[in-house]
């Protein structure tokens, strides 16, 4: 491939997420229809940008990937809680459970790491996922130690979720299951910087028969605040350097 034709696989490329942004979205059709190749040519640019987490396939509709939200998301602020991946994976591992770290522009909050541990068979959860704040267990973690005023206008007057994230105000994490896989239980909480500002949300996801276990949850309960306390203080460190 010459110098020119690699400068114009380039472009292509560009032009097919333009497509799939612009659309929130978009089949092969459509981004064959957009981009006038042939659809060898556009399967062989999406297989590339899946390669490198620049798009998801997602049932056929091709979507925005992880890698892109992780950019952004590095631009806010967010990346000295990204580089402490090492306690993510710590955690999982002392539970043995599938540990995920989200951040989040509102209104919706973004799975950027996961690490699996032995529960990885039919595991809802993968990096990349992207969920409204209300919705989401981790999203509420966040939202809950938001200032008053930005969190009262995403909670829009629900009653349920206001009185939902006071109950996270005072025990500082959420346990509940995931509404799309109940047989799933998340327990999370927030990730804060050295102004007290939730920046990410630390979550842990425990099969609903195992979360049942008393001493199971008050151990991961423990860990999990313990951590997120940690990578707090890390960032405490780094903005004292």
Known sequence: MSESDRIEAT???????DTIHELKGASAAELIAA???SRGGVYKHLRTLMDVDAVEN????????????????????????????????????????PTNLWF??????????????????????QRGDTE?????????????HLPSDRRDSIVDGDETIAAQIETIRERSLLEEPL?????????ATAVRDPEDEPIASLEVVIPAERARGIDVKNNISGLLTETANRMRVEMLAGSDR
Do not use: M
Request: include cysteine; aromatic fraction near 10%; proline fraction near 6%.
């Open 35 to 37: 981009t006038g190749l």
């Open 179 to 187: 509404s799309f896989a109940p047989e799933w239980v998340s327990i």
């Open 11 to 17: 472009r292509t490329s560009f032009d097919i997420l």
């Open 132 to 144: 409204s704040l209300v919705e989401s267990p981790a999203g509420k973690a966040i939202l809950a």
């Open 58 to 97: 997602q049932n056929g509709t091709y979507v925005i990937g992880p890698k892109f939200n992780e950019y952004g998301l590095s631009v806010t602020g967010s990346r000295p809680v990204l580089s402490q991946r090492d306690k993510v994976d710590k955690l999982s591992r002392s539970l043995n459970a």
């Open 104 to 125: 989040y522009s509102t209104p919706d909050c973004h799975c950027l790491y996961t690490t699996v541990g032995d529960e990885r068979d039919q595991y809802p959860r």
